[in-house]
T-cell receptor, first 119, second 114 residues
Framework: AQKVTQAQTEISVVEKEDVTLDCVYE???????LFWYKQPPSGELVFLIR??????QNEISGRYSWNFQKSTSSFNFTITASQVVDSAVYFC????????????????FGSGTQLTVLP | NAGVTQTPKFQVLKTGQSMTLQCAQD?????MYWYRQDPGMGLRLIYY???????DKGEVPNGYNVSRLNKREFSLRLESAAPSQTSVYFC?????????????FGNGTRLTVT
């Protein structure tokens, strides 16, 4: 069974602080994909990043960076110099094949981390 | 480019009433999904359709039915709504066979059952 754990339910930081959101996953699949989605107060789900299980290189995109460590089954997300607009719920998700479907994939979501950035 | 469109955005039902949530995508995706989002539980898969003409149960299918009307449209039906079905419902789509494409989500339908 697939499982994604986001142990931090809520995090509050002051603007310009760095913050790391933790994500730990479980899967028996050897090929899988990890995602981060952002859900701002408006409610839509915004795709942030995708990483496959064979690529352990860290990635940086502006103020966002992701640290994928297969050895610890973690895919952590860091926001540098946080801004008020970063306030949102952030979801980590694990993509695995739906076996009965042939090749459709499903996302197994963590429970989300509510990030509040205070001015 | 509309992406994934869900209707309605909000709905209030009384226990026992029925309704259908509509979803359409214009990205020519083969796979479509229905998720529900509840506080503290992330999103959970209700039903999915790997391709036109097929549907399968996800993690929490009880109380729901789906119809893949054509490649573009995938509807979710509540035959007899219950308060436990109060939730935010998201429709999503993805390309079949493309193993690294992210799911594209609609903006959600907020359903309250009283």
């Amino acid at each position: 069974a697939q499982k994604v754990t986001q142990a931090q339910t809520e995090i509050s930081v002051v603007e310009k602080e760095d913050v790391t959101l933790d994500c730990v996953y479980e899967t028996r699949d050897t090929t899988y994909y990890l995602f981060w989605y952002k859900q701002p107060p408006s409610g839509e789900l915004v795709f942030l990043i995708r990483r496959n299980s064979f690529d352990e290189q860290n990635e940086i995109s502006g103020r966002y960076s992701w640290n994928f460590q297969k050895s610890t089954s973690s895919f952590n997300f860091t926001i540098t110099a946080s801004q008020v607009v970063d306030s949102a719920v952030y979801f980590c998700a694990l993509s695995t094949l739906l076996i009965s479907s042939g090749s459709a994939r499903q996302l197994t979501f963590g429970s989300g981390t509510q990030l509040t950035v205070l001015p | 480019n509309a992406g994934v469109t869900q209707t309605p955005k909000f709905q209030v039902l009384k226990t026992g009433q029925s309704m259908t949530l509509q979803c359409a995508q214009d990205m020519n995706h083969n796979s479509m999904y229905w998720y529900r989002q509840d506080p503290g539980m992330g999103l959970r898969l209700i039903y999915y359709s790997a391709s036109e003409g097929t549907t399968d149960k996800g993690e929490v299918p009880n109380g729901y039915n789906v119809s893949r009307l054509n490649k573009r449209e995938f509807s979710l039906r509540l035959e007899s709504a219950a308060p436990s079905q109060t939730s935010v419902y998201f429709c999503a789509s993805s390309e079949l066979g493309t193993t690294n494409s992210p799911l594209h989500f609609g903006n959600g339908t907020r359903l309250t059952v009283t």
